[in-house]
């Protein structure tokens, strides 16, 4: 390897970016990964157990449920915010005053995530908003409390996520959707495609590149989804609505047993690793072909 | 250079003068809202000055602390009872403060049954910070629109219930929100039919799969059955517009269960402690039993490995003495940790006089009494007999199972 001047200089420039990382994001993950394979309760010295809290992991039937509940939030709030900011993306194009409909539905995304989990419990309260909605379009049998009953309580809670994270994909795809070229989309017009077919047939294939890298953003947020259940239901009641980070947070800092809450964190990154590699790399795919 | 050395060693001086100002001794504490009481109690001991910082979250509080613990410590540190303060006890990351315990007992200025709370291996690791008790609260409005009048038996308890029921209200209201709550009735129930069983049980003697256990679930499920309890999805405190305290405000509910601490709150609810709202401790199922209540104490204590403390350990002699004990009553409305200090006014003070004076025996609660990592997983167990009552059975085999894993490693 030759260094010159430019290189060195260029090795300057990243270096305080490198060292800001190492320090912050690789020395902890590091230290997370050699905690899991201790009993560290943050009092005594730590000592190494092996794979005892992977073993613990894997055959715990406590983990079934935020196991699935993990599944279900990936998948729903992954499907959900992609395709409704799909269709915002696509419908505020041939709207006019287009700016302020973007404006308003990306306004969600600027809401912290537990400002928005403490307004959703309100809203999602037995006697809230959304009963109360409900109720006055004639619906009130449907009135449940939302946050205490299992499934609802998933399922509402990742309403209360779609809500905030539609914004982002919306913008995502107007990037797409600005950028695509107008000729296939006159021929295909001229053609007699109008509708769904337009939509599925033509626009979806030419913006499936910004599909992916929504659907794998989306797909890393969900996977590791910690303040909105924190704050809306703390994963209760029961534990019928914890999902894996909130466990690691619960064994971690609730029991201490930070040996097997650093074991739940590998486990969470290692799968939030191998989306973000798929991400990264059709991410940079697009920027080599452009 | 000598500039640059100059002002490094000016920064230096002003950053060590600025710490040695802040005060001789630290203090930790996560009640944020007692934060000027605080301040105010620690202004009348003349040889300390403090540095009293509040967390606003108990997760990071605990975990600030417990990884300070083999660092730089705070002298002072409030923290919880019994299981839940013997881990740092196990590591000796703690001050014995038996000797000024035994200098204020020796006085005659405290009760040593007090100091029980705070015990392992017969040395006192704490000095209590909040002693309470859990009475019922009940809506004395109510009661007098009813005719009802405090109940002395465990039949006119649920006689009450009945007519309450019957009235259209809600007789007791109970909450599962935020997890830890869950094990209020659960203890309850429990203490009210057997207190030798339920301190068996909490230590590993005695079975969640025993019958008396069976035999709490039973009771509380026919209450539910029975509409006297409500589903326990509501709030604890102010939270939400029907939040169980402010059904409670409003007649909705008429009886709460729990530790006098939140009497503010109750009354902060738009009812006037008194005359609207008063206490009872609940009477025992089994009739031969001797009264007993629930107490709850919080801890103060003394990190070995603090820099301040002698001066942390000068500070808790303070805080036992009767001026001290004196001026935290008055401004929490706690019962005082000094026999010589005076008890507090009002609804609490009544109580204590009649715990006091009733001989009532003191049992610790299950949140304390009980190892952490028992208790942690049991509350949400518990939770999953309120949302489905019917479920009791495999609660208690999860319950014991939980059991079995803490003391076969313990």
Redesign the interface.
Known sequence: MNFNKDTNQAYLYIAPAVILVSLICIYPIIRTFIMSFTDNDGLNPANFIGFDNYIKLFLDPNYIIPIKNTIIWTVLATVFPVAIGFLFAYSIQFLPRSNFFQILIYIPATVSAAAAGVLFGFILDKSGLFNQVLALIGFEHLNRDWLFRAPENTYSMIGAYTWQATGINMMIFLVGLQGLPKEPMEAAKIDGAKGFTLIFKIVIPMIMPYFVIASLLALINSFRIFDSVWVMTMGGPGRYSETLAVTMYREGFIIFDLGYAAAVAVLISLVGLVFSYYYLKSVLTKEDVS | MKKLTSIFIGLMFLFSANFSLAGDVQLYHDKAGWQDWWIETFDLDSNNSYEITPFADT??F??TV??S??ADPPGLFTWWAGYRMK??VD?G?VEDLSPIWDKYIAAGQVSPDLAKAFQFDGKTYAVPSLIAFWPMYYNKLVYAELGLNEPKTWEELESNFEKIKASGRTPVGQT?E??WPAFIWFEEFLIRSDPDFYEDLVEGRAKYTDPQVEEAFLTWKSWMDKGWMD?????FGF????SMNNSFSKGEVVHMLVGTWFASTVTGGGIKEGDEWGYFVLPNKKASLPPSVIFEAGPIMVAKNAKDKDAALDAIDFWMSEAASAKWTELMFFPPHNLNAALPGGEVGELVKEINEGGYRQINRYWEATP??IC??AV??I??F??DPTSYKDVMENLQTLADNYWSNN
């Open positions: 997760s990071s605990q975990a417990r990884q613990l083999r881990d740092m590591a990351l599962i935020g997890r589903d326990g999805s509501a709030a939270t939400t517009g029907d952490t990592e942690e997983a949400d167990e939770s999953k309120v949302l």
